[in-house]
């Protein structure tokens, strides 16, 4: 079974740019997570999709952050204008439903210079 | 709101010494608990977890926690530690009613050295 993945697995990009990161999860799987880790932080949750439907988004940081999930497959995130804060890791989750953020992806690391 | 402490943010041991790394949580209910590490350049990875019932968990690659409620901890341990367990581990609960959301703690990087 092959595990979520996540693309790219880093990207650099200038303050006021625009960059989108995608999760795929693992088949068959409802539930989508996005978590970030900042820096020296813990992994903060940003939402939670069940299929298309955004079922939690109380972590998204602000409005320059859009997260989608088009047909319930694969999720995009979106951050537009990218600031030096936003810098970090983005991880992905998925899980069938009843289990939780159970299967994690390798990360994508953001670099805003 | 829930929370996470992972007190000690860099362990160092020898390998084929015993290891435990501890965390405390504070959290209303009784906690869905979670140990998930991170090797370099992998995801997060589930070590075990402990929803109910025993309150010693046994987990993937040797690991073992124990749920402690009067102490409000789910430290992980292992016995005999291998230059491969070397990583980043993260201590995690869950919120009850569905349990979606997880909260994290800020994670303990262990060094092992020969």
């Known amino acids: 079974e092959a595990g979520v993945t996540q693309f790219p697995s880093h990207s650099v990009i200038e303050k006021g740019q625009t960059v989108t990161l995608r999760c795929d999860p693992i088949s068959g799987h409802d539930n989508l997570y996005w978590y970030r880790r900042v820096m020296g932080k813990e992994i903060k949750f940003l939402l939670h999709f069940v299929k298309e439907s955004k079922q939690d988004e109380s972590g998204m940081p602000n409005n320059r952050f859009l997260a989608e999930r088009t047909g319930g497959t694969y999720s995009t995130l979106k951050v537009q204008p990218a600031e030096l804060e936003d810098s970090g890791v983005y991880f992905c989750?998925?899980?069938?439903?009843?289990?939780?953020?159970?299967?994690f992806g390798p990360g994508t690391r953001l670099t805003v210079t | 709101a829930q929370s996470v402490t992972q007190p000690d943010i860099h362990i160092t041991v020898s390998e084929g010494a015993s290891l435990e790394l501890r965390c405390n949580y504070s959290y209303g209910a009784t906690p869905y608990l979670f140990w998930y590490v991170q090797s370099p350049g992998q995801g997060l990875q589930l070590l075990l977890k402990?929803?109910?019932?025993?309150?010693l968990v046994q987990g993937i690659k040797g690991f073992e926690a124990e749920f402690k409620r009067s102490q409000s901890s789910f430290n992980l341990r292992k016995p005999s530690v291998h230059w491969s367990d070397a990583a980043e581990y993260f201590c995690?609960?869950?919120?009850?009613?569905?349990?979606?959301?997880?909260?994290f703690g800020i994670g303990t990087k262990l060094q092992v050295i020969p």
């Open positions: 402990y929803f109910s019932g025993d309150t």
């Open positions: 989750a998925s899980s069938h439903q009843g289990q939780g953020a159970r299967y």
């Open positions: 995690a609960v869950v919120t009850s009613g569905g349990y979606q959301k997880v909260t």
